[in-house]
């Protein structure tokens, strides 16, 4: 390509991202809607059919403009070598990734720098610099002059330019596993739509509905929301199941995904659950966040085959059990009692075995409690009255014990255990000071006294308050340096906007979701208030939870966030929240892969800000579509949104590429709905242009049936219906632009009939049409010739020709011949003939060049009469005036005016 002119901005525009998955269209439809304009998509096969040419070509319209960005006018050369190109199916095969950062990284077989040539690069004052489509995934590098010698100009060899690929941030985290995490987000989005109005907040904690507010439609929207979350939370686990399971290489992504998830499950079950659910959700929270806990090495200490001793008398079991209990692990602690062979305690030592029934019954009780508050209370009592009675039990053993002297009755292992019981019913009682000794960390004894206290989603502060104070015997502090453990803490203070910033750096792209699930529960709401965030010295959050926070005590990421926001508010958006620009920035990180773009449009849409028009009409005229539902889909949007003007240029741009890929009357039908007339006038030229070189029909039978009769030898049932339908209505736009051809159609078939006086009227009248291009006036000359020998050739006794047809034609051969050679003169008027007769010699070479042998065309007519075939115009005007003489010879003598 060397010496032809690249436009910087429309070389790349030609594609939003190289990133492609042509099995993967599930999500193209999401936002068609029914009958939302005229489109109909035919459902015929999109391929060029076999043996079926295309019309455009060699032929280039004159002057005919596309609309394309314009860029750089100096000339280079595309060095494309495909080494930027990325392939959704298999990158994990195919990419290179930074061994210390994880980050892609992208080679050129050709690269600008030569290897060890890095030094006389730079001593040459050159750098690297790039161009990337600011709507796009794909880009150009270029060697310029260093920006400190501005003055240097760059090398003529350094004129290149090399594609590159603008890895996006998903693909960059997930290259591969990308297709499980496009299904993962597509699966996201469509828990966001379902969503609908219980996304938005109310201010006074109800859900209005139907100008009513009542506590119904509370529980509603908190059911709505709960499982919204509990979506994201199911979603998430396969996703890390499947990333699993591909093996995949960036080993980091999965750790965070798991930080992640322990982030979400804690903020289900502080946040999200209800009285019913709440104790049963935090302890899947801190049993999945810290699965070492219990050690499984403990249940083979415990149970050891080694020696004779029972499991109960190992000093490892009661502590393993009251662990189970905080943890609230009911059923492990069942299984565990279960396998004790508690039968041996029952003709023993029928105290310890009573203590075990009584266990067994209390967490089998506590199971059925289900946010019963009677229930609860009758359950610590039972708690309370036991320890009771163990108290005193465990007096009198002692008694016993020391007076015994060394009695078997009584002995210090089963005093042990007796008090070993006692700490256990104790913790089931809810007494604090044991649950916080009995716990390894802080997570757990918040969930130890949530389940054994007071179940009372309104004490998470007061009891995290306790746990954490140092003050006391008994205290667990969080470990900070632990991602998700010190986000979980955040969470449950109420420091939000650092626990987003850190749900963010994990995983970017759900963050959007989840923090749209925050703002619905209220748990954002003053953060949106903006004045609030001016003000440092104000409290942020102060809700019915008691929950405080100020801002001096949050992460530098959210001063970022509340940039962005004041930024966004002095564009003209006063209502911007912080999940509509965590969703925004989502949307258009969608926006650069392509299986990601209907989710991308989808969110942008949804959100309705102001720019939403014009970041629409920016993009999609660059997104390819590959299935008339694609065009469907984007047709809808503009329908949807009144983008008339969009609609347009969609329809122009996709005509192209319905006519470039075989689908000629798609093609022009979408270009008639443009408005593009000249675009249209341009292309139905052409194809009459290819009808006349080819000397017959062009190879396409929707076109044919178009503009041919009802009574056409193409049989119907080879047609779609609705190609069918659209004839009965057609475009009078492409009807008036067809038209030329629909006679040319008719000349040759009925010429192939045998019906020369009709074929020949209708030939004529393309002589007569005033809008006849004048380069393709020979191709119709040619055509005449036969008739004009026509007497030879169908031994005719009479001419076919009427006398003032022959001097219409005269006529017109001076004007098209004469009259331009003449006007030398004038040298506009010279340069626009000679470019005119040009063409037109080319076009009539072309013809002549593509004569096959055996068809019924009128160059093989000329040879069967044993006559030579002019060579060019000049033979072909002096043999046409020569046979019209004839013709008029014949003419006259006919009418025997001698």
């Known amino acids: 390509m060397d010496g032809s002119s690249i436009k910087l901005g429309a070389a790349i525009n030609n594609s939003t991202s190289n990133i492609t998955n042509n099995n993967n269209n599930d999500n193209d439809n999401n936002f068609a809607t029914n009958n939302a304009y005229s489109f109909q998509p035919f459902n015929y096969d999109l391929q060029t059919p076999k043996n079926q040419k295309i019309v455009s070509l060699n032929f280039e319209p004159d002057k005919i403009e596309v609309d394309q960005d314009s860029g750089s006018d100096d000339d280079h050369t595309i060095v494309n070598d495909g080494s930027a190109t990325f392939n959704s199916n298999n990158a994990g095969d195919s990419v290179e990734v930074d061994s210390e950062t994880s980050v892609v990284l992208t080679r050129l077989s050709h690269p600008p720098i030569p290897k060890n040539g890095l030094d006389v690069f730079i001593q040459a004052k050159r750098c690297l610099k790039f161009k990337f489509n600011p709507i796009g995934a794909n880009g150009l590098m270029f060697v310029s002059s260093s920006d400190l010698n501005i003055s240097s100009k760059a090398y003529e060899s350094d004129i290149s330019l090399y594609p590159v690929q603008n890895i996006s941030p998903i693909f960059n985290d997930n290259f591969d596993s990308i297709d499980c995490y496009v299904d993962y987000i597509s699966q996201l989005f ?57 093996k995949t290489k960036n080993t980091t992504k999965i750790f965070d995904l798991k930080d992640y998830l322990n982030i979400l499950n804690c903020l289900k079950s502080v946040y999200f659950s209800n009285d019913s659910n709440l104790t049963t959700n935090l302890s899947i929270w801190i049993n999945k966040a810290d699965p070492d806990n219990p050690a499984l090495e403990t249940i083979k200490q415990i149970f050891s085959p080694s020696d004779s001793i029972h499991p109960v008398y190992r000093p490892q079991f009661f502590n393993f059990l009251n662990q189970l209990l905080i943890r609230g692990l009911f059923k492990q602690v069942l299984n565990l009692l279960e396998n004790l062979e508690l039968d041996k305690f029952e003709t023993n030592n029928i105290n310890i075995y009573l203590l075990f029934q009584n266990l067994i019954g209390l967490v089998n009780f506590y199971q059925n409690i289900n946010a019963d508050m009677h229930l609860f209370r009758e359950f610590k009592l039972n708690s309370i ?18 007076n015994s002297n060394n009695n078997d009755e009584y002995n210090n292992d089963d005093l042990k255990i007796l008090e070993n019981f006692k700490t256990t019913f104790t913790i089931l009682s809810g007494n604090k000071n044991l649950i916080l000794k009995n716990s390894l960390n802080w997570f757990e004894a918040l969930n ?103 801002i001096s005590q949050q992460d530098i990421e959210i001063e970022k966030i509340h940039d962005s926001l004041m930024e966004e508010e002095e564009d003209g ?64 949007i503009c329908a949807d949104l009144k983008l008339s003007a969009l609609s347009n240029q969609l329809y122009k741009i996709h005509s192209i590429n319905f006519l470039n890929n075989g689908n000629i009357f798609v093609g022009l039908n979408y270009l008639a709905k443009s408005g593009s007339l000249k675009l249209l006038k341009f292309y139905c030229w052409n194809i009459f242009t290819q009808s006349l070189i080819e000397s017959d029909q062009i190879n396409n039978e929707i076109i044919n049936y178009i503009v041919g009769d009802d009574d056409d030898t193409i049989e119907k049932k080879d047609i779609h219906s609705q190609i069918i339908k659209e004839k009965k209505n057609l475009n009078p736009v492409l009807r008036q632009c067809i038209s030329p051809y629909s006679i040319l159609f008719r000349f040759f078939k009925l010429k192939k009939r045998g019906d020369l006086k009709r074929s020949l009227k209708n030939l004529l ?80 070479k072309n013809c002549i060049a593509n004569n096959k042998v055996g068809e019924k065309n009128w160059q093989n007519e000329l040879a069967e009469l044993k006559i030579e075939i002019p060579k060019n115009l000049k033979e072909l005007i002096y043999f046409s005036r020569l046979c019209i003489s004839e013709e008029i010879s014949r003419i006259f003598l006919q009418k025997d005016i001698f």
């Open 765 to 844: 009248l393309l002589f007569k049409f005033s809008y006849l291009p004048e380069d393709v006036f020979p191709l119709l000359l040619g055509n005449l010739l036969p008739f004009l020998k026509s007497s030879i050739l169908n031994n005719l006794n009479s001419s076919l020709f009427k006398l003032k047809e022959l001097v219409l034609i005269i006529n017109l051969i001076d004007n098209f011949y004469d009259n331009k050679l003449e006007n030398k003169n004038n040298k506009i008027i010279s340069e626009k003939n000679g470019k005119i007769l040009k063409k037109a010699e080319n076009l009539y």
């Open 448 to 550: 130890g006294l949530m389940l054994f206290n007071l179940p009372n989603i309104s004490l998470f502060n007061e009891y995290l308050t306790l746990i954490t104070n140092n003050k006391q015997q008994y205290y667990h502090l969080p470990n900070l340096s632990n991602v998700w453990e010190s986000a979980c803490y955040s969470l449950i203070q109420g420091n939000f906007l650092a626990v987003l910033s850190s749900l963010e750096l994990l995983d970017k792209d759900t963050t959007p979701y989840v923090a749209t699930l925050c703002e619905a529960k209220g748990l954002l709401h003053d953060y949106t208030k903006l004045d609030f965030l001016n003000n440092k010295k104000t409290l942020l959050f102060e809700d019915s939870k008691n929950y405080t926070s100020s």
């Open 385 to 402: 009255n036991i320890v009771k009675e163990l108290t005193t039990t465990i007096k009198n053993y002692k008694i016993n014990l020391f």
């Open 190 to 246: 469509k828990n966001y739509e379902t969503l609908g109005n219980f996304k938005y907040y109310s201010n006074n904690n109800f859900f209005q509905s139907m100008g009513c507010i009542n506590a119904s439609n509370k529980k509603i929207s908190n059911k709505v929301l709960y499982d919204s979350l509990d979506f994201i939370i199911q979603e998430l686990e396969i996703l890390i199941e499947k990333k699993i399971d591909l």
């Open 573 to 636: 958006d006063e209502t911007n929240t912080i999940s509509e620009y965590l969703v925004y920035n989502h949307a258009m990180d969608c926006l650069s892969i392509r299986e990601l773009i209907p989710v991308g449009v989808g969110l942008l849409i949804y959100l309705n800000k102001p720019n939403l028009k014009n970041v629409l009409t920016e993009f999609l005229p660059n997104y390819y579509c590959d299935t008339f539902n694609d065009l469907e889909w984007l047709l809808s």
